[in-house]
Nanobody, 122 residues
Framework: QGQLVETGGGLVQAGGSLRLSCAAPGLSDSHMAWFRQAPGKEREFVAGVSIFGTTAYTDAVKGRFTISRDDATNTLTLQMNTLKPEDTAVYYC??????????????????WGQGTQVTVSA
């Protein structure tokens, strides 16, 4: 697994959309996920996609966010719609290239991007 690089963050009004991308060399061999961390809060799981293509979302984003992976281009994407001020955070791409029992746990992921800021104004 090579270095992960996130792009696509920015400032958007509530109700708007953003699309985050993560360049992830070796992605096809890894479970992938997006986490986020708001100021003063713990890093939390947002969405994940396994090497088998199964997806999972935290309840707060179900129906609004969509995670997808393109193994041909080694790209992980998070489409975020109907954004809310509480979605404001630094968003991180993460990769796990080994067996694990809980892909919602940040400790399962040895590889991380540098993060991209998402700010949603009211």
């Amino acid at each position: 697994q090579g270095q992960l690089v996130e792009t696509g963050g920015g400032l958007v009004q509530a109700g708007g959309s953003l699309r985050l991308s993560c360049a992830a060399p070796g992605l096809s061999d890894s479970h992938m996920a997006w986490f986020r961390q708001a100021p003063g809060k713990e890093r939390e799981f947002v969405a994940g996609v396994s090497i088998f293509g199964t997806t999972a979302y935290t309840d707060a984003v179900k129906g609004r966010f969509t995670i997808s992976r393109d193994d041909a281009t080694n790209t992980l994407t998070l489409q975020m719609n109907t954004l809310k001020p509480e979605d404001t955070a630094v968003y991180y791409c993460a990769a796990c290239d080994r067996p694990t029992s809980n892909l919602r746990e940040s400790a399962a992921y040895p590889y991380w991007g540098q993060g991209t800021q998402v700010t949603v104004s009211a």
